[in-house]
Structure formats: structure tokens, C-alpha cells
């Protein structure tokens, strides 16, 4: 284990590595004095309770999160993918942007990201190596260099952050923390830059927070340009921006109950709306069978009366040819009588008989033959047509 005397010369007044190296003064959670568990224990905790990191869509973790206006949180690649769609694809809210990519950054859970696998980094192997030097084992954790360091490569560190603070924490009490723990501790740690222009990369620590330009300043911007005011403690301006989220969340769950309850309405129309389709689609099937049958019975009937009436009709045409072939046969036999008489009858045979085939040609004569057509269509069909224009 490193001397303690070189970890804490130069350390900020703030460090958790002072002294023996007892625990933090703010971890007062309930897991203060948990022993660490095992990495095999830890593991699906960290996979389990910190889902939220990752892309909402692919799952996956990604150094690009964008947050959407609906507030879903998506990947870059998932976003490029999503483009042509331009909704969101788990609310279906619109995606303003041209390009199909929203502008804010989710930082949040990039960072949480980040911290997280530092986490991991530090429960899984426990010959963690220096990321400087890369050959002895990492001693510390700086959470503003975001580096793991050796003992001598912490003192080399130490002389050059000498004017800043950097807080640096044991490897070893690291690893002995929960994830939860973890971020917790490491969340007070890192270090809000002032808005200035430059003053970031100087590395120039905010403290204040001027309510007009609504931006955290250095102590130098803030004394040395007097068109900032009023001023206010940079922490009790996150605290209140936190604290309006929180009221805005609480009021909007009000609105989610009614929300909520519209959906539960909304669900049961549709098994209504579902319920009476079904039922509508019932009544038709039932109706047309019903229809159906009613058409095959007068179809029946109506190929039965067809039936009778050709019948009946053939019989008349039978009997109408049957006379006419009776009446051609006497003709036949006039006109040979008459032939017959000129040719051989003597004049005795004339005067007995002329009289009586006079009469029956006579009879002939007043003969007409049936017009065709009129017996062709018995008067009968014509009902059988009325009553299949009126089905
Ligand atoms: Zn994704
Ligand atoms: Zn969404
Ligand atoms: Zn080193
Ligand atoms: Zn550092
Ligand atoms: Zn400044
Ligand atoms: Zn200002």
C-alpha cells in the first residue's frame, strides 16, 4: 500500500483520503458499512439497475446520446437509422430536425456511462495498472483527470495540479463502494466551469451564479465585470433548477392520472368498437345464409314452374302439329280425288259424287293455319319473369 504521507501532502482540504482513509463523510446512505461484495454479485446490480444509460432502442452503450424533445433517449446511429421515419420510435413524437438528429446532448447518462465503466473497471480487476506510467498498480483515482494513478505518477500529479483541486480517492475504498455509492461520491466531485469564454479550458472553477445573463461565473468574472448581478450561491441555483424539475414532475403526474384514465377509456371503446363489429358481422353472415335460402327455394320453384309450363307447352305443340299434319293429309287427298276424277270418272260417277267433295273442299277452304309464335310462348312465363325481377 502507498505511505500515507504522500497521498495526502497537496491534497484538497475537501479529499476523502484524509487521515486513515476512513470512509467519506457523506456516505451516510443505507449502504454505509456494507461490506463490498464480490465483483460476480455487483455485476448484474450495475447491469440491472443502471439499464437507463443506454440507448432506449438498441440497448447498447454509446458515446453519442441524444435527448429527443419527448425526452426518449437515443443513439446516434440508432437516430440515422430512425431518419427517413422522423418520429420518435418509441412516443411517435415528431423529430423536428431536418437531419433527423435532435441538438441537445444527453450528457447525463454519456457521463454515467463513463463513471460506470470506471466502476466496472474497479470491481473486476484487482491488478488495476496506473494509466500513466502503465506499469505499477493504480493507487488512486483523480475524478477530474478521470485517470487511475500510481503512487509516484500521484505525486507528479499532485506538484503539477498543485493550484487546483483535484480530488483524488483510494483504489482500494473505491472498490469497497456499491455503484450507487460510487456515483454518489463521484457526482460531488466533479466541478461546474465558469460560462465565460475560455475560462473552462483555464480551468476556472464557478461558484457564483449571475441570475441575469442566468450563467455560473468565476469568482474573477464576477468581481471584475459589473454588469453581472444579482448574485447567488451556484449551489443553491442547481438545487432550486432541481427542485423545479421535482414540482414540475410532481404536478404532471396529476395529469398523468387523467391521462392514464383516458387510456384505460380509450381501451375499452376499442373492445366495444371490437365487440359491436363482431356482432354486426354476425347479423350479416346470418342474414344473407337466411337470404340464401330463400333465393335456392324460389329458384325451385321457379325451374319447377319452367318444368310444367314447357311441358305443358310441348303438349300443345304436339297436338297443334298433329292437326296441322291431318289437315295436309285431306288436302293430299282432295287434290288426288280431284285428279284422279278428271282422269278416269264417267259422268254418272260426276253428278253422284261432285256434290259431296265439293262440300269437303269447301270445308278445306275455310281452314287457316295456326300463327306461329302465339302457342311458342304459353302466357305463364311471364309470371315466372315477374317474379324473378322481383327477388
Ligand atoms: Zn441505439
Ligand atoms: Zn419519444
Ligand atoms: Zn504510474
Ligand atoms: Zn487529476
Ligand atoms: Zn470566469
Ligand atoms: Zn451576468
Not at 505511505?3 to 491534497?11: A, M
Not at 260426276?350 to 306461329?372: G, H, N, Y
Amino acid at each position: 500500500p502507498p505511505p500515507s504521507h504522500v497521498l495526502q501532502r497537496g491534497l484538497s482540504p475537501t479529499s476523502h483520503l484524509d487521515g486513515d482513509g476512513a470512509a467519506a463523510p457523506m456516505e451516510t446512505g443505507p449502504q454505509t458499512g456494507t461490506p463490498p461484495c464480490s465483483p460476480s454479485s455487483q455485476q448484474p446490480a450495475v447491469k440491472d439497475d443502471f439499464q437507463f444509460v443506454l440507448c432506449e432502442r438498441c440497448r447498447q452503450e454509446s458515446p453519442n446520446l441524444k435527448l429527443l424533445t419527448c425526452l426518449h433517449t437515443l443513439c446516434l446511429g440508432c437516430l440515422s437509422e430512425n431518419k427517413p421515419i422522423g418520429q420518435c420510435p418509441i412516443c411517435r413524437t415528431a423529430i423536428p430536425q431536418a437531419s433527423g438528429i435532435p441538438n441537445m446532448e444527453n450528457l447525463l447518462f454519456t457521463n454515467l456511462q463513463t463513471r460506470l465503466n470506471i466502476y466496472k473497471k474497479l470491481s473486476n480487476s484487482s491488478g488495476l495498472s496506473c494509466s500513466r506510467c502503465r506499469s505499477e498498480t493504480a493507487a488512486v483515482w483523480c475524478s477530474e483527470c478521470e485517470e487511475f494513478l500510481c503512487t509516484k505518477c500521484f505525486e507528479d500529479h499532485q506538484w503539477f495540479f498543485k493550484k487546483r483541486s483535484h480530488e483524488a480517492r483510494r483504489v482500494e475504498e473505491l472498490r469497497a463502494e456499491s455503484a450507487h455509492q460510487f456515483l454518489e461520491d463521484t457526482r460531488k466531485s466533479y466541478n461546474l466551469f465558469c460560462s465565460s469564454p475560455g475560462h473552462a479550458n483555464q480551468g476556472h472553477i464557478s461558484s457564483i451564479y449571475c441570475r441575469k445573463c442566468e450563467k455560473p461565473l468565476c469568482c474573477s468574472c464576477a468581481l471584475l465585470d459589473s454588469q453581472h448581478a444579482p448574485f447567488c450561491d451556484i449551489h443553491s441555483e442547481t438545487q432550486r433548477r432541481q427542485e423545479e424539475l421535482g414540482i414540475m414532475s410532481q404536478e404532471l403526474k396529476q395529469k398523468r392520472s387523467s391521462f392514464e384514465a383516458t387510456y384505460v377509456a380509450l381501451q375499452d371503446e376499442a373492445v366495444r368498437l371490437e365487440q359491436v363489429q363482431q356482432e354486426m358481422r354476425e347479423l350479416i353472415r346470418q342474414r344473407v345464409e337466411q337470404l340464401v335460402r330463400l333465393i335456392r327455394q324460389e329458384e325451385e320453384e321457379l325451374l319447377g314452374l319452367v318444368e310444367a309450363q314447357q311441358e305443358q307447352g310441348r303438349q300443345e305443340v304436339v297436338r297443334e302439329l298433329q292437326r296441322v299434319e291431318g289437315v295436309l293429309r285431306r288436302m293430299e287427298a282432295g287434290e288426288r280425288l280431284v285428279e284422279k276424277m278428271s282422269l278416269y270418272a264417267t259422268e254418272q260417277e260426276v253428278m253422284d259424287m261432285q256434290p259431296f267433295i265439293k262440300d269437303s273442299l269447301e270445308q278445306l277452304q275455310q281452314l287457316q293455319p295456326p300463327a306461329t309464335g302465339d302457342q311458342a310462348q304459353p302466357g305463364d312465363l311471364a309470371e315466372c319473369r315477374a317474379r324473378l325481377q322481383a327477388l
